[in-house]
């Protein structure tokens, strides 16, 4: 993905962009990110609270909401990667991640694995922009997802995600 002049870039062995039919998705070996929620009261199910990051401008979908994510190396698992683009972008230490759950979108030649995620019990978590990938990265209510603009695809997954993590 081009960047702007001036913005570092690091190169990951996975970086580049796959065609499928009419359309492209970055990541040679697919793509990961992480939903990561927390319950405001430890009773509840329910995910209160989830970790999004507002997308540079720049960036594919630029100035939508999304999940800190990107493209997997050769190498790692889907989980794997998803939890070292947190790292990166939002400064989630991977330690404090309980995974639940995963759901895939599946376009055949290239895959986007969404892992979710709770934020360890006890712990308590203050997500950043770490990179120049964003904008901001913030702690969302989840009665708050309607009135932002999401990636279309997070947005279409949002209700899969909520179910997963409820169950975790």
Avoid: K, N
Wanted: charged share 15%; glycine share 12%.
């Amino acid at each position: 993905m081009p960047l702007p002049p001036g913005v570092p870039h690091h190169r990951h062995p996975g970086d580049g962009w796959v065609t499928c039919g009419d359309h492209r998705h970055w990541g040679l070996h697919g793509a990961a990110g992480l939903f990561l929620v927390r319950h405001d009261v430890a009773a509840s199910s329910e995910a209160t609270h989830v970790v999004l990051q507002h997308r540079a401008t720049w960036s594919h979908e630029g100035g939508t909401w999304g999940i800190p994510g990107g493209a997997v190396q050769p190498t790692e698992s889907a989980e794997t990667g998803a939890l070292r683009e947190a790292a990166e972008e939002a400064g989630i230490d991977p330690a404090i991640v309980r995974v639940v759950g995963e759901h895939v979108l599946d376009h055949g030649v290239w895959t986007y694995t969404t892992v979710v995620g709770h934020v360890t019990a006890g712990v308590e978590l203050v997500p950043a922009a770490t990179d120049h990938e964003s904008i901001e990265v913030a702690w969302v209510p989840v009665s708050a997802l309607a009135t932002l603009p999401l990636h279309p695809a997070f947005a279409q997954a949002v209700p899969r995600l909520l179910t997963i993590a409820s169950r975790g």
